[in-house]
């Protein structure tokens, strides 16, 4: 019994510690993030069950990107802005599941200073294969909550003051940053290794790519030295992050003839990950700018994104991936 650690320390407790470095707090960002949280864990357990309750499969409608929504989607971005309206704490949400932003109303439960992006359930295809799927979030402060608008959301990606994500994968696990370093839900502070030869990119789509994307891949699979990098994608970019974040390599979702911005969102996809994987000692990039440069024009609005370990930006032949 002697090894039992008494003085625990929870992520509200670390959250509010992290937050006394500004005096204006009042721990209303705690707040928010313990009603993410317990979003997180009941999705968690909704995932868990979901082959047994019957919750895979589609639930016969198609989201604003012209996609199959899942039940569990559904259920995901429900206990979302539910849980997040009930913290009187946030004034905007932005979700992947609805076409425009919602403004929370004063009259409820009170609004807050604080916009929440959201993807309530990334990775959704992988669903009915049991594999890791998660939810992403970006906070941004709202400097007029009573007129509150989507001006407040289409802002660079810099301006955000905390991003995470939630893996529900054999356990779940949240990671956050307030940017002052990331940190795991256990509060391990997560560095990015340096270099790892691992590349991650839907290579089905190599046919549309351009040629500097390819010369790019192929420089990683074909090296001088004869050490090729191994291929790793999963197709849920939060176990692909994840698994970049631990490990090191490049994920990457370029632009190709198809689509023309790749396909991941800013808001609630590129820009949340771009920031942990900044504050983690990586870099994340369009391919040519740095993400969290942009300035979305669209709550929905996509990119092209490279990110990963520092000294895999500077591998290859892609001029424009090199050295930013
Ligand atoms: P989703 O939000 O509809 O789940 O789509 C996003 C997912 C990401 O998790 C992943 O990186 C990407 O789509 C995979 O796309 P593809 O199947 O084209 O490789
Ligand atoms: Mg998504």
């Known amino acids: 019994m002697d090894n039992i650690e008494t003085n625990l320390i929870t992520l509200s407790r670390h959250v509010l510690h992290d937050q006394t470095r500004h005096s204006n707090a009042r721990g209303d960002l705690t707040l928010l993030l313990t009603s993410i949280q317990l979003g997180c864990k009941f999705v968690a357990s909704q995932v868990r069950r979901s082959g047994l309750a019957n919750l895979t499969g589609l ?13 569990l989607d559904v259920l995901a971005n429900d206990t979302f802005i539910n849980s997040l309206k009930s913290s009187g704490r946030v004034s905007v949400l932005v979700s992947e599941e609805n076409e425009n932003e919602i403004i929370v109303d004063s009259k409820g439960l009170g609004t807050g200073k604080y916009a929440v992006v959201f993807d309530p359930l990334d990775g959704s295809s992988n669903i009915d294969a049991g594999v890791s799927i998660g939810t992403i979030f970006g906070i941004y402060h709202v400097s007029d909550p009573a007129n509150a608008s989507k001006r407040d959301v289409l802002k660079a990606g810099k301006e955000m003051v905390a991003a995470g994500y939630a893996m529900y994968g054999s ?16 509060l391990d502070p997560i560095k990015i290794p340096e270099r790892h030869k691992i590349y991650s990119v839907n290579e089905g789509n190599s046919l549309f790519w351009d040629e500097p994307t390819k ?14 990098y191994s291929a790793r994608y999963i197709g849920s970019m939060v176990a692909d992050v994840r698994r970049t974040l631990l490990y090191g390599g490049v994920f990457a979702y370029p632009a190709d003839n198809k689509s023309k911005n790749g396909k991941l969102r800013l808001l609630y996809e590129c820009f949340p990950m771009a920031m942990i994987l900044e504050q983690a000692g990586g870099k994340a990039s369009t391919g040519r700018d740095r993400i969290l440069d942009i300035v979305p024009d ?24 090199s050295d930013k």
Not at 59 to 71: I, L, M, P, R, S
């Open 59 to 71: 639930a016969g409608k198609t989201n604003v990107q012209g996609e199959d929504v899942k039940k």
């Open 298 to 321: 669209d709550i929905h609005a996509r990119s092209p994104i490279v990110l990963g370990s520092k000294l895999d930006f500077q591998c290859g032949v892609a001029p424009d991936m």
């Open 215 to 228: 010369e790019y891949f192929n420089s990683l699979k074909f090296p001088a030295d004869g050490k090729p």
């Open 171 to 186: 356990s779940t696990t949240l990671v956050l940053t307030t940017g002052n370093g990331v940190n795991g839900y256990t």
